[in-house]
């Protein structure tokens, strides 16, 4: 079973940036193994429902949703299972936890971003 481990959220003015790392672990889950995964950013806002930032496959080929192209660049490292989300120029609007998710059922516990002055 693999395991997935946010971290990097926090609290940041408008216009600020940040950069969210999530980390996937797990008897016998290698880097080899991690590679064949598309990963992917969620976010979820308060009274909101859940929704796609960024995704990028095994080719490594990104997509973004419309409110954050731009501002946000997803990557990966899959020597060390880890999938990154750079964040900049953030506004209040992108103030929620963002979750990351392996393939197709794999979601980690979330990391809480807030945009305030």
């Known amino acids: 079973q693999v395991q997935l481990v946010e971290s990097g959220g926090g609290l940041v003015q408008p216009g600020g940036s940040l950069r969210l790392s999530c980390v996937a672990s797990?008897?016998?889950?290698?880097?080899?193994?991690?590679?064949?995964?598309?990963m992917g950013w969620y976010r979820q806002a308060t009274g909101k429902q859940r929704e796609l930032v960024a995704a990028?496959?095994?080719?490594?080929?990104?997509n973004y949703t419309d409110s954050v192209k731009g501002r946000f660049t997803i990557s990966r490292d899959n020597a060390q299972k880890t999938v990154y989300l750079q964040m900049s120029s953030l506004r209040p609007e992108d103030t929620a936890v963002y979750y990351c998710?392996?393939?197709?059922?794999?979601w980690g516990q979330g990391t809480r971003v807030t945009v305030s002055s």
């Open positions: 998710k392996l393939g197709a059922t794999s």
């Open positions: 797990g008897s016998g889950f290698s880097g080899s193994f991690f590679r064949l995964f598309t």
């Open positions: 990028i496959t095994k080719d490594d080929d990104t």
